[in-house]
């Protein structure tokens, strides 16, 4: 990197300027052979030959996963991918990075995810929901919590949950009725018979639970040690 009247650029290994048409106000690093750079408020990528990666310039460009970044203009939100396509026809309120294959979204106060070819999951809005892990986000809606999949399907269409929490070491759990248990990554309770008054996250295949002043282990397959 170089600096010259306040204005910064870029050296390649041949000692030449890479980009002679543009000065910026702020330069980052180079990752996977583009570095972020800001001019005027507003944010790109350049290549190696200085070349910028999008048409658009941002006002905000989170980092890319899975081949997917979130970026902001004029107040709202959308995702490109890393050939700078918009991949979204509606620009949103708000927006989460992608992950695990789903990136939350927010738009006149709901909650959706969209995909990562920019498909938004559901038809429903939700009036809460937590940013999806191992293909699973909780949601609310009307005061009721469940799961929504990559698919956007919700997981559990005829049980609905005083809470749901987000998948930790595969496994995500429920509250109901001041019960807890866990759902694995098939989408199903990993014990549907015995409802704990507690449970832990599952650590090196266990969690810790438990069952009317009992404690105990639950392992992966749903056996209970007392």
């Not at 030959?49 to 959308?78: C, H, M, P, S």
């Not at 986000?137 to 005061?143: F, H, K, V, Y």
């Not at 199903?188 to 832990?200: A, E, M, R």
Request: hydrophobic share 35%.
């Amino acid at each position: 990197q170089v600096t010259l009247n306040g204005k910064h650029n870029f050296i390649n290994e041949e000692g030449k300027i890479i980009s002679l048409t543009l000065g910026f106000d702020e330069v980052g690093y180079f990752y996977n052979g583009f570095a972020q750079v800001k001019v005027d408020g507003k944010y790109n990528h350049i290549n190696t030959k200085g070349k910028v990666r999008f048409t658009l310039w941002f006002n905000y460009i989170q980092e890319f996963y899975d081949g997917i970044a979130a970026v902001k203009l004029n107040q709202k939100w959308n995702f490109v991918d890393e050939d700078g396509n918009i991949l979204c026809k509606e620009w949103f309120d708000n927006a989460n990075s992608i992950e695990d294959g789903m990136a939350r979204v927010q738009l006149n106060g709901k909650y959706n995810f969209v995909s990562k070819t920019g498909q938004i999951l559901s038809s429903q809005w939700f009036d809460s929901a937590v940013p999806g892990r191992y293909g699973f986000a909780p949601i609310e809606l009307n005061g009721k919590w469940n799961f929504l999949n990559m698919k956007g399907e919700i997981v559990f269409p005829n049980q609905w949950f005083n809470k749901t929490y987000s998948f930790y070491n595969g496994f995500g759990k429920v509250l109901l009725n001041r019960k807890c248990n866990f759902v694995n990554i098939s989408g199903k309770i990993l014990s549907p018979n015995l409802w704990f008054d507690d449970i832990d996250d599952f650590e090196e295949g266990f969690a810790n639970v438990k069952l009317n002043d009992q404690e105990g282990k639950i392992d992966t397959n749903g056996k209970l040690y007392l």
